[in-house]
């Protein structure tokens, strides 16, 4: 098989899945998970053959396919690789068959629509994440939008429609403006006399002014911050994450909200260098103010959901000053925190769901000593909240402190120049590593320790054998993302720089410099 095919197989691999499924009789659950896991475990190998295919020598596009789709204006089926969608691609697929073994037990009826939705959603998140035309991208993007409603709204909890509103109503609002500065560009370039095109490459050669870089940066700005989330758009984000079933949760924070943060590394920053300048303070505060108000937040919680909710905006906001820090060792540090994340986020929603489907609470106070009644869930449990932590030999550790050390190497260049706004903003930053630490050990003190303690008057029993398998998988993850990051990160250094390159230039027209 060629590897020019892979991203092809890859990509619509979910689909035919999801067809498939269809043509299954209702009631044959077992049947239905036994083809979505082998399906998705297909393409999780055929992701490791990318992985393994791809040249860390070459910084451009590699595996590229482009079909004329709408010739007429310019739209292309136009996919390919680098190192900025590599690694998010091989985790969603790691992710997949991961997610059909959690949702055994978490999932009981409507098991084929379930199954239909999780490989459709599968294929949307690929899709954005290969697509190299921003039509393409905006397409797969709001399909995104879709499975997720459906699997909150049906499987999620006592609140599912007003967490599913409220996703939607946010989400669409951002994706909303950001159409709107797709169709400017896409005009933009007919001006120039080129053919019509939305390839990112076309959109990137268009010369745009200073002032309509302001707006357009906005439009995109606000709707990928939606997505990471950032404060003060992260309302959505706690409320989806409760309502929505363990697998909806493990999706929503092992993929999802990586499309805000690679949004903003693949077409935000790079499309708009000069606008950067300008709102850069900007985000960049909005990012530490992320990170450490997400952890406060989440040390006051009594929801054991909603601490895993709020740590997520509190960790996503390291991957974006290890963008905005414009330092290769940040933006290294930023590609590998969003993996690190989508792993460990992972596994401690999992967690959550394991202890929920035994005790039917997320009340934090309702449990203790579960060290003593669940002794393997215990290690786990203490495995995943060390890496999220950021214990050294952890993937944690590798993503955060990359990104800091971006950040202070930035700030302290700044300094030097008369500005301290930076390098007083990676101080702050680096705060949140002990705010970090203080709430998910203050988590783990009270759940596993201390008095035994379960919610009424169950017996806990302990992990089965099919959650330890995918406990384990994500453990190894871990720590040879944290012991063996230099695969990953050669990878990834090709597209950093062009990253860089094209975040310090300019696109403003010659005649207007």
């Not at 993996?339 to 460990?344: E, P, Q």
């Not at 230099?486 to 720089?497: D, V």
Request: net charge neutral; aromatic share 12%.
């Amino acid at each position: 098989m060629s590897d020019t095919l892979l991203p092809g197989l890859i990509l619509w691999l979910p689909l035919v899945g999801a067809l498939l499924l269809l043509a299954v009789p209702r009631g044959a659950d077992q049947l239905v998970r036994t083809v979505t896991g082998g399906l998705l475990l297909v393409q999780f190998v055929l992701a490791m053959k990318l992985y393994a295919a791809f040249d860390p020598a070459v910084s451009g596009l590699q595996f590229a396919t482009q079909v004329p789709w709408i010739p007429t204006w310019g739209i292309s089926y136009f996919i390919g690789v680098d190192g900025a969608n590599l690694l998010l691609i091989v985790l969603t697929a790691f992710l997949g068959p991961l997610v059909v073994l959690g949702a055994t037990s978490s999932i009981t009826r409507d098991v084929r629509r379930f199954h239909v939705l999780l490989l459709l959603l599968q294929f949307a998140m690929l899709g954005a994440l290969f697509a190299q035309d921003l039509f393409l991208f905006y397409l797969f993007w709001e399909g995104m939008l879709i499975p997720m409603f459906f699997m909150i709204g049906i499987w999620g909890g006592a609140r599912r429609a007003y967490a599913t509103m409220k996703f939607v109503l946010y989400t669409a609002f951002g994706s909303i403006l950001m159409l709107a500065a797709v169709l400017w560009l896409a005009i933009a370039v007919e001006r120039q006399g080129s053919a019509p095109s939305f390839a990112f490459t076309d959109l990137l050669a268009v010369p745009v002014s200073v002032q309509a870089q302001h707006w357009l940066f906005a439009a995109f700005a606000l709707s990928f911050a939606i997505k990471v989330p950032m404060v003060p758009v992260h309302t959505w984000l706690p409320d989806a994450h409760v309502e929505a079933p363990t697998p909806g949760s493990v999706i929503l924070a092992g993929v999802l909200l990586k499309m805000g943060t690679y949004g903003f590394m693949k077409l935000g920053i790079p499309f708009f260098p000069d606008a950067l300048h300008t709102f850069s303070p900007w985000l960049m505060t909005l990012a530490v103010v992320s990170i450490v108000w997400g952890a406060c937040l989440a040390l006051v919680q009594s929801d054991i959901k909603k601490i895993i909710a709020y740590s997520s905006i509190s960790h996503l906001g390291y991957v974006m000053i290890g963008l905005l820090s414009l330092e290769l060792a940040g933006v290294q540090g930023a590609i590998v925190q969003m993996v690190s994340h989508g792993i460990v986020a992972a596994a401690l929603f999992l967690l959550v769901g394991m202890v929920y489907e035994r005790g039917h609470t997320r009340e934090l106070a309702a449990y203790g000593g579960l060290a003593r009644q669940m002794p393997v869930y215990a290690v786990a449990f203490v495995v995943f909240t060390l890496a999220s932590v950021g214990l050294p030999t952890t993937s944690g550790f590798t993503g955060e402190f990359l990104a800091l050390l971006g950040t202070f190497s930035a700030g302290w260049v700044q300094h030097l120049d008369g500005s301290n706004l930076t390098l007083g903003l990676a101080i702050v930053a680096a705060s949140g590593v002990i705010l970090g630490a203080l709430y998910m050990l203050r988590f783990a003190l009270t759940f596993l320790f201390g008095p035994v303690k379960a919610p009424h008057d169950v017996t806990l029993t302990d992990l089965t054998g099919r959650e330890r398998l995918v406990l384990a998988v994500l453990a190894v993850a871990v720590f040879w993302l944290g012991l063996f990051p230099e695969g990953a990160m050669q990878r990834t250094e090709g597209a950093a720089r062009a990253y860089l390159q094209a975040a310090t230039s300019t696109r403003v027209p010659a005649d207007a410099r």
